[in-house]
Structures are given as C-alpha cells and as structure tokens.
C-alpha cells in the first residue's frame, strides 16, 4: 500500500522559512518522480515544485522559483520542499504526490499525502 506522510507546516512570518518532508512507503522511490502542490482556500489545487525519478530534474511555478528547493533523499524515500522568503500569498494546504513521470496537473499524480497547513503571517 502506497502511503505519502507529509510533515513540517506551520505557522511562519513573511520572510521566514519552512522545510516540508514527505515520507514514502510502500513504493519503490526512486521508480517515481515527486512532486509539490498546494491548495488555499477557494482555490485550485496548484503545481508547486517536482523532481524527476532519474535525473533528479526539478521544476518550479514562477512565483516560487528562486525561494523555494525541492530535492530527494532515495537512501530515506523521502523528498523535501525547502520554502525560504516566505509570503502571505504562499498560505495553503501542501500536498505532495507521487507518479512515474513527471506533471504540472493534479490529475497526472497517482498517489497523494494527505497534506501539510503552511500560515504566512504578514
């Protein structure tokens, strides 16, 4: 059974940063690209961030890029979203999710956590 376990939200103030984790289980990681999304209230579930299962290839939306670092750690089946110069606007639910290959929409992803709160303060 796949299971995606996300930790380290919370509560930061503009300019602050956060680590998200996600835990992998029940998947071969490294067979799997990653990926990032987050959803604020009244809004759609966005692409954030994602990393090839090969290359380890990243990808950026552009109001994060510059900020915000994803990277893996295949000895732990576990990638992270390193979020620095934190803003209001990015407050949302953090998801991440797994897939073989690598997309920008939600409905491209397999398997999903179960989510992550992250409150920017202004």
């Known amino acids: 059974q796949v299971q995606l376990v996300e930790s380290g939200g919370g509560l930061v103030q503009a300019g602050g940063s956060l680590r998200l984790s996600c835990a992998a289980s029940?998947?071969?990681?490294?067979?799997?690209?990653m990926g990032w999304f987050r959803q604020a209230p009244g809004k759609e579930r966005e692409f954030v961030s994602g990393?090839?299962?090969?290359?380890?290839?990243?990808y950026y939306q552009d109001s994060v890029r510059g900020r915000f670092t994803i990277s893996r750690d295949s000895a732990n089946n576990t990638v992270y979203l390193q979020m620095d110069s934190l803003r209001p606007e990015d407050t949302a639910v953090y998801y991440c999710a797994a897939n073989r290959l690598l997309g920008v929409k939600a409905r491209d992803y397999d398997y999903w956590g179960q989510g992550t709160q992250v409150t920017v303060s202004s």
């Open positions: 990393i090839t299962r090969v290359s380890g290839r990243t």
């Open positions: 029940g998947v071969t990681f490294s067979t799997y690209a």
